[in-house]
């Protein structure tokens, strides 16, 4: 089973300032037979489900703001937010989804300081 | 627009089999390649795939939970269900469903997601 770790478990950033948040795999998530890294980050909101942000390590889902990215290959991922908004406060997952059983990083909580 | 809606019971008993539904609107469950998944989140914890079922019927499990957990589709009512069962205080969650796209390495990560459903487990 692949294993998910996630740091920090939380953050605080000013308005305006980069949030950086990493995520690391048990085990290589890159398929070598099309270089695609099956590496995948989710925001959840209070009362709501996760949001899906980024597939692929590095492509953004339909309609996400550009100042989201995400970056890395084979273990080593980091989702990048480059101008905190106040709409971006909430818990951020990176999920795998190379393998089964598909599994997520323990969620970092974003604030603002 | 594809939405998923869970229902089922928001309270069951220890010991009792945990039976939830999630209904597919906006598109057919049947076509297309598809991956139909149950994951749950206790309060103030993380997410934890429980298992999916594809459009072909085929079905993967979370090994952690894959005695006591089985995965249907019922393609006439566009619906596919959650069984889990022998249920303890440790199973209540809120339950989601949700879709992934795709089949082998061709896949999309979890597109569609419902609201989610509180299940309580408590006598």
């Known amino acids: 089973d692949i294993v998910m770790t996630q740091s920090p478990d939380s953050l605080a950033v000013s308005l305006g300032e980069r949030a950086t948040i990493n995520c690391k795999s048990s085990?290589?998530?890159?398929?070598?037979?099309?270089?695609?890294?099956?590496l995948a980050w989710y925001q959840q909101k209070p009362g709501q489900p996760p949001k899906l942000l980024i597939y692929?390590?590095?492509t953004r889902e339909s309609g996400v703001p550009d100042r989201f990215s995400g970056s890395g290959s084979g273990t080593d991922f980091t989702l990048t937010i480059s101008s905190l908004q106040a709409e971006d406060v909430a818990v951020y997952y990176c999920?795998?989804?190379?393998?089964?059983?598909?599994?997520f990083g323990q969620g970092t909580r974003l604030e603002i300081k | 627009q594809v939405q998923l809606q869970e229902s089922g019971p928001g309270l069951v008993k220890p010991s009792q089999t945990l039976s939830l539904t999630c209904t597919v609107s906006?598109?057919?469950?049947?076509?297309?390649?598809?991956?139909w998944s149950w994951i749950r989140q206790p309060a103030g914890k993380g997410l934890e795939w429980i298992g999916r079922i594809y459009t072909s019927g085929s079905t993967n499990y979370n090994p952690s939970l894959k005695s006591r957990v089985t995965i249907s589709v019922d393609t006439s009512k566009n619906q596919f269900s959650l069984k889990l069962s022998s249920v303890t205080a440790a199973d209540t969650a809120v339950y989601y469903c949700?879709?992934?796209?795709?089949?082998?390495?061709?896949?999309?990560?979890?597109?569609?997601w419902g609201q989610g459903t509180l299940v309580t487990v408590s006598s």
């Open positions: 999920q795998q989804y190379y393998s089964t059983p598909l599994s």
């Open positions: 085990q290589s998530v890159l398929y070598s037979s099309n270089n695609k890294n099956y």
């Open positions: 692929w390590a590095s």
């Open positions: 906006g598109g057919s469950i049947s076509s297309g390649s598809y991956y």
């Open positions: 949700a879709r992934e796209i795709g089949s082998g390495y061709d896949l999309f990560p979890f597109d569609y």
